[in-house]
């Protein structure tokens, strides 16, 4: 089984950038089927898909913030690692990694991270 765990700083000052980092174990980011995502969940709205990386390293990013946002992957750490630039205090929010089984479509989720933007 999927297990994700998220990891970075909890407060980044506006016009900084957001770096946050999802350890994945029980699956290899590099060799399994499945779509490595970063879904955000600002407060009192709903989830946010931002972006995703495929088992061949392929990026995919929402339109909204793709102008912001970059996803990577560290095949020998199994990691997968979000950037987000010139974050705004509208960037405050619950951040999760997600990954997505693309033969069965099972879900799996980290148990998020807050992350707030505030000088």
């Known amino acids: 089984q999927v297990r994700l765990q998220e990891s970075g700083p909890g407060l980044v000052k506006p016009s900084q950038t957001l770096s946050l980092t999802c350890t994945v174990s029980?699956?290899?980011?590099?060799?399994?089927?499945?779509?490595w995502s970063w879904v955000r969940q600002p407060p009192g709205k709903g989830l946010e898909w931002m972006g995703a990386?495929?088992?061949?390293?392929?990026?995919y990013y929402s339109p909204s913030l793709k102008s912001r946002t970059s996803i990577s992957r560290d095949t020998i750490k199994n990691q997968f690692t979000l950037q987000l630039t010139s974050v705004i205090s509208e960037d405050t929010a619950v951040y999760y990694c997600?990954?997505?089984?693309?033969?069965?479509?099972?879900?799996?989720w980290g148990q998020g991270t807050q992350v707030t933007v505030s000088s």
């Open positions: 997600h990954a997505r089984n693309a033969r069965n479509l099972v879900d799996y």
């Open positions: 029980g699956g290899s980011i590099a060799v399994d089927f499945y779509y």
């Open positions: 990386i495929t088992t061949s390293g392929s990026t």
